[in-house]
């Protein structure tokens, strides 16, 4: 079973910068999409950014330019460099994945999620 462990969040002003990562272990042979999602107080948890294995990127339009997605095969590391932060990136981000070489902006594809860390941006 893949396990995940968020780290990196935390309280930021607006404009400032914070790279969340994601470790994981007990992956098995084969292909994953990996991603982060984020989950705002009172709205539905949302995909911001995904990776296949083989290095292919999309990002949400409410983050692209702003954020990067990347990944450490060896490692089975995935970050998340946030710059440019607002008070509307504040959320709840997960990093989730799943064993297959297609990504999906949905939630219900992933099969395994991290805890979650906890990511504030305000002044």
């Known amino acids: 079973q893949v396990q995940l462990v968020e780290s990196g969040g935390g309280s930021v002003q607006p404009g400032g910068s914070l790279k969340l990562s994601c470790a994981g272990s007990?992956?098995?042979?084969?292909?994953?999409?990996m991603a982060w999602f984020r989950q705002a107080p009172g709205k539905e948890r949302e995909g911001i950014a995904i990776?296949?294995?083989?290095?292919?990127?999309n990002y949400a339009d409410s983050v692209k330019g702003r954020f990067t997605i990347s990944q450490e095969n060896a490692t089975r590391t995935l970050s998340l460099q946030m710059n440019s932060l607002k008070p509307e990136d504040t959320a709840m981000y997960y990093c989730?994945?799943?064993?297959?070489?297609?990504?999906?902006?949905?939630?219900?594809?992933?099969?395994?999620w991290g805890q979650g860390t906890q990511v504030t941006v305000s002044s």
């Open positions: 989730a994945a799943v064993r297959r070489s297609w990504c999906s902006w949905s939630r219900w594809t992933y099969t395994d």
């Open positions: 007990g992956y098995t042979y084969g292909t994953y999409c």
């Open positions: 990776i296949t294995s083989s290095g292919t990127i």
